[in-house]
């Protein structure tokens, strides 16, 4: 086994395309850690209310109020790119018992969560006891594309010092949000009681991160766990967004695709396989036929297959026989611990409509 200067971070040149491309067609076989009875055969590279436009990008299209078009739509592109270029912790969560988002209740809400994190901090439990805070509840427009999603709502909680000199800071940023969501899992005769999100992203203070989860558990009767990729989900993005680019070419950022190494392969803990963007969507091109929106699973595991084959026959090295855990494209960054980070403000809606689409899918199943 190579050491770790010599396997971590390969990046091999893909001048020799016939390679990677030979005999595709007979790479069907299912690899580990891929639970393909669990995964639909197919899936759409956009919903059914946006457009892929020239350059990859995502449009939405839905009616607007011609009086407020160019005020929603400035607030609406300046918040999606508010989620950008920023370290989001996703987790998903059961339907929200009595939620409402009338500006009224958000803001008892806020209140009542303010006077939760207060509490908690005089315990010492994760507030620096020279720091006061305050929670701000709000809705966040820009997210709500189909009927069945709720108007995305975030929360903030900025610090103050506690002689109160200087600007609030903000120690939490939480979003709860729903994007093209099929349909509503919750029985109609129950939906005046219960919203449900499918997607909870959070950046901030661990300890505070705890703590807010452990306000909403009690306050709305919900169940709130991180959202866990598998391998194929992870195999899924890397075809679905590495097709795109989203700068000229030389300045995409590079595909990667992140493996753990087994605990007993001793000096080598991970290996990341770093690919030219150009090239991948090369590939993904060749691969993907149809010009249409849907793509299948068995063009996913060409695809991921035909990678994998490449750097085997760079570095000897076999990566499916590890588990993919992390992939990062010029749109995104993902880990299986629900770790994401958006590079792409165009993309913003298309990624986390897939997300949603993976929690929806988490929530019915276990229910089932």
Not at 82 to 102: A, C, Q, R, V
Not at 181 to 210: I, Q, W
Not at 220 to 235: E, G, N, R, Y
């Amino acid at each position: 086994m190579r050491g770790q200067d010599e396997v971590d971070n390969c990046t091999p040149s893909l001048s020799s395309r016939k390679q990677l491309f030979s005999n595709t067609a007979s790479r069907r076989s299912s690899r580990r850690f891929t639970p393909y009875g669990r995964t639909p055969k197919s899936r759409q590279l956009k919903g059914k209310n946006h457009e892929i436009l020239s350059n990859g990008t995502a449009e939405r299209s839905r009616p607007r109020d011609r009086r407020s078009a160019v005020e929603t739509d400035e607030e609406h592109e300046s918040n999606l790119k508010g989620l950008t270029n920023k370290s989001w912790k996703l987790f998903k969560m059961t339907p929200l018992y009595k939620f409402n988002t009338e500006s009224s209740q958000l803001k008892k809400y806020s209140s009542q969560l303010s006077a939760h994190i207060e509490a908690e901090r005089q315990k010492g439990l994760f507030i620096d006891n020279a720091t006061s805070s305050k929670a701000y509840i709000s809705t966040y427009k820009g997210l709500r594309v189909s009927a069945a999603d709720k108007e995305a709502v975030q929360i903030l909680i900025k610090g103050r010092n506690r002689g109160g000199f200087g600007d609030e800071t903000v120690l939490l940023t939480c979003l709860l949000c729903s994007v093209e969501m099929e349909h509503n899992p919750v029985e109609p005769k129950l939906r005046d009681k219960f919203a449900y999100y499918p997607l909870l992203m959070v950046k901030g203070l661990v300890s505070l991160t705890d703590g807010l989860i452990t306000w909403m558990q009690s306050h709305f009767d919900c169940v709130i766990t991180p959202m866990i990729f598998s391998a194929h989900d992870l195999a899924w993005m890397v075809a679905m967004w590495s097709g795109t680019t989203t700068e000229p070419v030389h300045k995409s950022k590079p595909v990667e695709l992140l493996y753990k190494t087994p605990t007993d392969c001793k000096g080598i803990d991970k290996i990341t396989f770093t690919i030219e963007s150009t090239d991948v969507k090369d590939l993904w091109d060749r691969i993907h036929d149809d010009k249409g929106s849907e793509f299948s699973s068995e063009e996913v595991t060409m695809f991921i297959n035909s990678l994998e084959s490449h750097f085997h026959s760079l570095f000897r090295v076999k990566l499916s026989a590890l588990q993919l855990y992390s992939v990062g494209t010029s749109l995104s960054y993902i880990g299986d611990v629900g770790r994401l980070k958006i590079f792409s403000a165009d993309h913003v809606l298309w990624i986390l409509r897939y997300l949603t689409v993976l929690s929806l899918e988490h929530f019915t199943q276990s229910c089932s």
